[in-house]
């Protein structure tokens, strides 16, 4: 086990709701990625935050924003759910930003209906 | 173009079998290369780094050519717990992303 946790495991939400995931990142670790891996593809990169400041973000619109906190805890929010939001969000951890291996928890598996 | 393409199988290969995958990125300035293993409904594990020199684990041999932007992954005498989705991942140092191919399938047979 990588010492990485996520919370919820599983998510039911409607179309327009909000959801708010977390993640507690593997112990000493500082920097926390978010990825959404839809059925049958390789996780795309969210966002990262490194030091409670995002560090990166990737092809995603303002509506999936985050936090993270001083103990290095983060939050991905995604506000306005879409259908196609429907997917496995994947929290990875690592202990600085940049190019170090990514350690991923398990995982919440949210469905949009 | 995607970042990492990956040809995604599934290979069907019998227990004791070599196989082999590869994987191509388009950015030619990226830094550092990994191979992660994804089991069904699991998150990715790191099964190794990729180095420039290639690097072996036990069975596993990963090999990286940065002129043709290439990367591959040889499995050695196949076992049916190598049955698993083997995603081929890339970051190019800036940024701070990686970016992963759709993982290749593999299921070993008995």
């Known amino acids: 086990e990588t010492g990485v946790t996520q919370s919820p495991t599983h998510l039911i939400k409607t179309r327009g709701q909000q959801v708010t995931l977390r993640c507690s990142s593997q112990?000493?670790?500082?920097?926390v990625s978010w990825y959404q891996q839809a059925l049958g593809q390789g996780p795309q990169f969210i966002f990262q935050y490194y030091r409670e400041e995002e560090n990166g973000r990737g092809n995603f619109p303002p509506r999936f924003s985050g936090l993270q906190f001083p103990n290095y805890s983060s939050e991905l929010n995604v506000n306005a759910l879409e259908l196609d939001d429907s997917a496995l969000y994947l929290c990875?951890?690592?202990?600085?930003?940049?190019?170090?291996?990514?350690?991923f928890g398990p995982g919440t598996r949210l469905l949009v209906l | 173009r995607k970042e990492v393409e990956q040809d995604p199988g599934p290979f069907n290969v019998p227990e004791g079998a070599t196989v082999a995958f590869n994987c191509t990125y388009s950015n030619s300035a990226s830094q550092s290369f990994f191979w992660y293993r994804q089991d069904c409904r699991k998150e990715p594990k790191l099964l190794m780094s990729v180095y420039s020199s290639g690097n072996e684990d036990g069975r596993f041999t990963a090999q990286l050519n940065r002129a043709s932007q290439y990367i591959s992954l040889l499995i050695r005498d196949s076992k049916l717990s190598d049955s698993a989705t083997y995603l081929c991942?890339?970051?190019?140092?800036?940024?701070?992303?990686?970016?992963f191919g759709t993982g290749t399938s593999l299921t070993v047979i008995p």
């Open positions: 990875a951890s690592s202990l600085v930003g940049g190019a170090e291996t990514q350690y």
């Open positions: 991942v890339v970051n190019r140092g800036t940024g701070n992303q990686f970016y």
């Open positions: 112990s000493g670790h500082n920097t």
